[in-house]
């Protein structure tokens, strides 16, 4: 691979700090790094493979020469800044929403669906982090038994809602231990020693109920999996974990998979880690799988109420896999 100019828009927030940090333990070939941010952050340096780089204001102009673009800014950021990315000939890879379920924006899981990178028009959509999870370890499943049917729960990590989000968490968890009140400033309700079933907290739910994360990863499992015949429901959960994203997941498949098959067929999908052995009480949890790429499986049951499904709980970094490892991931496969 011929090395790259590359931009991190948005490289002082949480999943810029892990875009720099993946750019290095992967051993990007990058030419030179520009770091875009807002007029909040003039001013601040941040170090990459040793060096000291200024953090410049993300403008219009800031995409000239630069020939891959890293947009974590949030997604009124990307909608304003992408198209001027990919006027100056920038293959932007977008973190947000903003444009992760336009048919002309490939979205990618690459050890699910790489070939779809091929088809881009400038802009490739990472997708939203607890449906990257989800799909590494479904895809494998419905290759070998078609799902028709998925219930998942959610359980996510505060680290999902930014660096503001875990500063909340720790200020709230001290003052509930000192005997203070909470102050909420970003989350709608206490974080700390509670669980919130509204994610994204700043939007409101739409007409059906559903929370914007929960129709996300109705709608970006079906993209990804190429099969809008797959249905699929969930709920979706802030919990007082710092980082690392757990799922429920119950599927139906058409054909009867048993638990022993899908343990088989999990421990050979890429990227997947199956943590299945009860009797040394081994299952994924948050806290072993932060820091890690990869996507962790286990409590694979089958379940006694249907006769052709099963349960599985997945946990992943959110950070990483569920953001910038699946961004530089896409950004390797370029
Ligand atoms: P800044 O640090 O200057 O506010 P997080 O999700 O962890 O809160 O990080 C969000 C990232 O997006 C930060 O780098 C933040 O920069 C950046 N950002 C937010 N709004 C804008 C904007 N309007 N223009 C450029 N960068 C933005």
């Avoid at 992408?82 to 490939?106: F, H, L, Q, Y």
């Avoid at 990227?271 to 081994?282: E, H, P, T």
């Amino acid at each position: 691979m011929s090395s790259k100019t590359v931009a991190v828009a948005g490289a002082t927030g949480l999943v810029g700090h892990h875009l720099l940090k993946t750019l290095e333990s992967r051993n990007f070939p990058v030419k030179s790094l520009k770091l875009l941010a807002s007029e909040r952050s003039k001013g601040k340096r941040l170090t990459f493979r040793g060096e000291e780089i200024p953090v410049e204001v993300l403008t219009e102009n800031s995409f000239k020469g630069v020939e891959i673009a890293l947009f974590s800014a949030g997604g009124g950021t990307s909608k304003k800044f992408t198209p001027c990315a990919v006027r100056d000939g920038c293959v932007v890879i977008d973190n947000s929403s903003a444009w992760r379920m336009d048919p002309e924006v490939p979205l990618v899981v690459p050890e699910v669906n790489a070939a779809a990178v091929r088809t881009h028009h400038g802009i490739i959509a990472n997708p939203n982090c607890s449906t990257i999870q989800m799909v590494v370890v479904l895809k494998p499943l419905h290759d070998a038994a078609r799902i028709e049917r998925v219930v998942v729960s959610t359980y996510q990590a505060v680290s999902g809602a930014g660096i503001n989000a875990l500063k909340e968490l720790e200020d709230q968890t001290r003052a509930v231990l000192e005997g203070r009140d909470p102050v909420c400033q970003i989350f709608p309700h206490q974080i700390a020693f509670n669980c919130i079933p509204q994610i994204p907290q700043s939007d409101a739910f739409e007409d059906d109920g559903y929370s914007t994360e929960e129709i996300k990863m109705i709608k970006e499992t079906q993209k990804i999996m190429g099969d809008q015949s797959i249905r699929v429901t969930a709920t979706t959960v802030r919990v007082p974990v710092r980082t690392g994203h757990s799922e429920s997941v119950n599927i139906e498949t058409r054909d009867k998979l048993t638990a022993d098959r899908a343990r088989e067929i999990l421990r050979k999908a890429p990227s997947v880690i199956v943590q299945d052995d009860l009797a040394k009480q081994l299952y994924p949890l948050a806290t072993s799988a932060e820091g890690r790429w990869e996507t962790f499986v286990g409590r694979i049951r089958e379940d006694g109420s249907h006769s052709r499904a099963l349960n599985l709980w997945i946990v992943s970094d959110n950070l990483l896999k569920g953001a910038a490892y699946n961004a530089v991931q896409i950004a390797e496969l370029l």
